[in-house]
């Protein structure tokens, strides 16, 4: 056996030497050696192999040359073997059709074969278009090895691995087909940019539910990730404190006199001690943040007495803004927390603020006297108009102070500018990024804000200083969204790499890495409770995360086009979409996370329940894209969107 492993790995030092140009010396090691065909060494039992120290990874990553024509042939070949499989396994082995094709095609072009890439991509692109039709398009523009080297998503698939979850029999009856039909090509592809994640609890049912995709991480640091400590409760200052009896009115107190409740006070003191000393440790803040003043508390308790609880059979109510004329020049919208100002981003740099609060110009006076009408006055603009920005506007965000006094918004001229809305005017600009910026987002106190980019990191900064406090570096791609967790410890990402981020503020490292989407995450929702994110993008679906135990909750299937915003309501129990389609949807998280029932009471009136997809209820809108959904504190639904018109194309 020693024997067979010596020339085994002389082989593979001569293939080395061969195809790096080393002659004299691969003709000194022929002369030494007595070296065997590779065809030889496939015939080793799978113990032999384990006994050679992984020799078998050796084997796989062995590149002798084949023909440009193999490739195709052994794809196919690879194809037709899965979909003849049973069900169970098909469903799995699937998943690595993608990366191999992927990488098939590059490898053609790499070799400078792009008439035979070409064919190739347009003969077997078919089966993978409905998922990753983005990716295929992207692909489609390399045609040379100087494309490649250009290309961003070509140096993701080539510098990472693509994850794949499958059981260890499908992984096992793979290997021994492609061993057994000598398909080194195949084998080699799968070990040199494929890892198969195995699970020995048997095939999975669902494969779309473990898809992995590319992290740019190994699996052990995935697993370290997802283990660390995450504090996603409210720290100490958030909960409400319980009044202390010196701070009753005196009338109170009198009553308690004379209800002879001396005593049931002395017991209330001790049974507060004893369950100080049973209460869970509650996180702190690792931020120094901003305590509410007294008229924000009021407002906050004003806000609370008029709320509507929601459930699947309580809907909330819903205020939809749409913008005219608008389409195709309008990037982004965001709404105020009290829905009185709306705010939009445009491509000409401007930035446009309309005040619902204030009478629009140009009404119809009527004269009693005369029994006539005064014609109008020259109609003003219902908006203001900011300017400031050199590039197109793409994020808008308003701060959660109650007063409305500060707007943020972002650009591609990669600076983001506070705005006044008091004084209409720009305040701040803030730098740190060097190329444009997707998204901005004010932490739940005002003072902080984080920022998405297209150089693949989200930042933190503080509104005293112009440069970031924090960066927050791992994404493969672009980060598209960015979200703040209510206890302001931890910032949420959504990239275009198909991963969701939650990240420690203080340290700058990443907490929970998930992984699902078949598309670019477009937005993120952290609910209230601090327990849930919700993450959507353009593969159409709305996917719950629990931050406790790393874990996917559910998948919400409805939308019919890209999900462009999220919102929970203020309990949590409800979810609101907005997307491409033309639709608002509300979907059922209290069933989602078995934290509540379905909602109704004796008593209530009939409303429509969840089916088992989430969905409660979907509204749509004639030709009204939903860029923006909101729910109060009252929990009134805000929407808002760009209405087309027929003459409006992209």
Known sequence: MANSVDKLEDRIVLTYLKKRGYRNAEAALKAEAQVLPLDQYLRFTERELELAGNVGNFILMHSSAE??????????AFKEWIHSSLDIYQQEMVGVLYPVFVHFYLDLIEKGF?????????????????????????????????NMRDNELVRTFRGHKYVVSMSRFSCDLMVSFLREKNYMLLLRTINQYVTVRLSFAGPV???????????????????????????????????????????????????DVQKGKKRNSRVRKKVKRTDKDKEPELPKSTLPVPKMTEQAELDYLKDLGNRVTLSSSVLPSICFYTVFHSHGSLNTLDVSPDGSLVAGGFADSSVRLWDMMKPKGGEIVEDHASSTSVPPKPRKADYTTLLGHSGPVYGVAFSPDPKRQFCLTCSEDTTVRLWSIETKSNVVVYKGHNYPIWDVAFSPFGYYFATASHDRTARLFSTDKIFPVRIFAGHLSDVNCVDFHP??????????????????????????????????????????????????????????????TSKRL????????????????????????????????????????????????????????????????????????????????????????AFASEDDTY
């Open 205 to 255: 049912v669902k494969p779309s539910e473990e898809y992995k995709g590319i992290t740019g991480e190994t699996e052990s640091k995935v697993a370290d990730i997802n283990h660390k400590v995450v504090h996603w409760g409210f720290f100490e200052d958030q909960l409400p404190k319980p009044k202390d009896e010196s701070e009753l009115p005196e009338d109170e107190e009198d009553k």
């Open 67 to 76: 023909k440009p024509e193999s490739y195709k042939q052994s794809y196919i």
């Open 114 to 146: 792009s008439s035979l890439a070409a064919d190739f991509l347009t003969s077997q692109r078919r089966e993978h278009e409905a998922i990753f039709g983005d990716e295929i398009r992207r692909l489609q523009g390399v045609t040379t090895p100087d």
């Open 487 to 548: 206890n302001c410890n931890y910032v949420a990402t959504g990239s275009t790499d198909k991963t969701v981020r939650l990240w420690d503020v203080q340290s700058g490292t990443p907490v929970r890495l998930f992984t699902g989407h078949l598309g670019g995450v477009n937005t993120l929702a952290v609910s209230p409770d601090g327990k849930t994110v919700a993450s959507a993008g353009d593969d159409n679906k709305v996917i719950l995360w629990d931050l406790g």
């Open 554 to 641: 559910a998948t919400f299937s409805g939308h019919k086009s890209s999900v462009w915003s999220l919102s929970f309501s203020q309990e949590g129990s409800v979810l609101a979409s907005g997307s491409a389609d033309n639709s608002v949807c509300l979907w059922d998280c209290a069933r989602a996370t078995d934290s509540a029932g379905d909602g109704a009471t004796d008593g209530e009136e009939a409303r429509p329940k969840a089916d088992q997809s989430g969905l409660i209820q979907r509204y749509p809108t004639r030709q009204t894209g939903v860029y923006k959904v909101r729910f109060t504190r009252r929990n009134l639904l805000l929407a808002a969107g």
